[in-house]
């Protein structure tokens, strides 16, 4: 019903910078909470950032100071702006999206295939 698409993964260098977008195939109006999560190699899928449906941000204490998640329903693609990159930040990045699929308040997760960055010089 919903898809989700990562791109701008790649090869970057230490300190560098790149920005990850996620299109979603129908509007965002009607999502709820977006999110990025990465996944390194030999560790569990972790939470990057969220943003609710009004704009507000959450960032973990890994993120915060560097990265940026954005939202832009008009576009249907929610965005995540990385700084400083760290070699430590090299995972497999996904986006996420909350939908409501009743009237009774049920939610379910999409989610993209994810993006690969590689911090490395």
């Known amino acids: 019903q919903v898809q989700l698409v990562e791109s701008g993964g790649g090869l970057v260098q230490p300190g560098g910078s790149v920005r990850l977008s996620c299109a979603a195939s129908t509007s965002m109006l009607s999502f709820g909470a977006m999110g990025w999560y990465r996944q390194a190699p030999g560790k569990q899928r972790e939470v990057v950032a969220r943003i609710t449906s009004g704009g507000k941000t959450i960032s973990t204490d890994s993120a915060k100071g560097r990265f940026t998640i954005s939202r832009d329903n008009a576009k249907n693609t929610m965005y995540l702006e990385m700084n400083s990159l760290k070699p430590e930040d090299t995972a497999v990045y996904y986006c996420?999206?909350?939908?409501?699929?009743?009237?009774?308040?049920?939610?379910?997760?999409?989610w993209g295939q994810g993006t690969q960055v590689t911090v490395s010089s």
């Open positions: 996420t999206a909350r939908l409501r699929v009743d009237v009774w308040g049920n939610e379910r997760d999409y």
